[in-house]
């Protein structure tokens, strides 16, 4: 009988994960993320000893070339600021007959769509 791709796959691993427990399942998974983090790590700091190396052979210094790199990382702008309002509530600019309010940002309720398509003018529910 020829083997499957799953059963040859278990004799590689070493791992029979049918058999396993979700306790052992989860630390398999926690010992497999601590691992692959630490071979990140090697990984990067070979590379940036490589970047170091190439960089003194043309006659750069690394620490101009890539400042956040050369001391400790410090977290990178991703580019977009918050506003100074976020968050903050706004001010209402219509209230409806029935006390609904609207603060102009977003969808037009439905409340002053009707009183629109009634004949009135949005002017009129201005705060």
Do not use: C, Y
Request: proline content about 5%; aromatic content about 6%; glycine content about 8%.
């Amino acid at each position: 009988m020829p083997e499957t791709t799953e059963t040859t796959s278990r004799r590689k691993s070493g791992f029979d994960l049918d058999s396993m427990s979700a306790q052992e399942l989860t630390a398999l998974i926690e010992a497999a993320e601590a691992k692959r983090a630490e071979k990140q790590e090697e990984a990067r700091n070979a590379l940036i000893e490589e970047f170091r190396s190439k960089a003194a052979e043309i006659g750069l210094d690394f620490k101009t070339l890539v400042p956040a790199a050369a001391g400790a990382s410090a977290p990178q702008p991703t580019g977009r600021r918050t506003r100074r309002d976020a968050g903050g509530s706004v001010a209402v600019r219509f209230r409806g007959p029935n006390g609904e309010t609207w603060s102009g940002r977003g969808r037009m309720p439905r409340w002053l769509s009707a009183m629109e398509a009634s004949g009135h003018k949005r002017d009129e529910f201005r705060v």
